[in-house]
């Protein structure tokens, strides 16, 4: 009986040995590797955070001009994603989470914001120039800080907030630039949140995110790469025929992947999927101030069950490569 004792105790404690090693092994192996393609950076000002729930669009309130304009945001849930309230915990926090989760990010914003994110860790942020309107900086200016070679795509263009179409030809020369050098660009298109005009700006126009918009300048810039952020939600039809026509075009789902009703967000990313173009979406957040919305909006990718796992990691991955032209070893 005791030898059947010593027998047992001595399986056990092997069986304890292995287990915790392979818990171990777990923890160690790196995630498969994820790019973000739409992460802004900014200064954390206290007078605009606040908490989100996710998919918090799941209700349009009503309302109308006599009472005060939506807010933007809600954060009725019993967990809303806190914000980060300094410029310190935003970095740290948000680098902390693209270790953990093997994240990538292409990002735009304040450049000191960008530079300092990218000294503590280049590995894992892709500098993007934002040019929305020729006020912002010169086209010469434009060329030299791309060809200075610390910004390696153009991002985010958004023309829409400001009235704008895409085609427009006050852009047409910064886009000849970035055509000239190989840069890809991001160009918003679509979704711009609820109630935008009503709130704080009256010249977005929902109809100046069509992706047709896009075609004229497409057209005039042939060897240009862009991709469409936001996938020009909600308007699936025409995005999809402009990926048909105009082979290069890809999309991110930033942005309606965390707030627009989840059964929305999977009819729109099943469709796009559905009409063939699974090699041309790309991951994106439009990241702002919440650490946590990268696990959140990591989420709806893996729980997507009408894709395969080789779609998930087009998605995360091997489309971004592809598109940015990335070497798929430097993320070994
Ligand atoms: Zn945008």
Redesign the pocket.
Known sequence: MKTLLKLFLSLSIVFCVLLSTSIQAQEDAKRPPIIDVHVHAMRVNPDFVREMCPWFLSSMPGSGPEQDPPSFINNMCVDPLQPAMSDAEMKEKLLAACERMNITMVVSGDAGVIHDWYDAAPDRVIPSLGISNANQMSVEAFRDSLESGFYKVMG?V?PQYQGMSPSDMTLDAYFAVAEELGIPVGI?MGT?GNGMININNPAYRASLGQPFLLEDMLARHPKLKIWV??AGYPMIDQMIALMGANAYVYVDL??FIWSYPKEEIHMYLKRLVQAGFGKRILYGT?FMMWPRLLETSIGVIENANYLSEDQKRDIFFNNAVRFFNLDPADFE
């Open positions: 985010e958004a918003h711009g952020m936001h930033a942005g439009d």
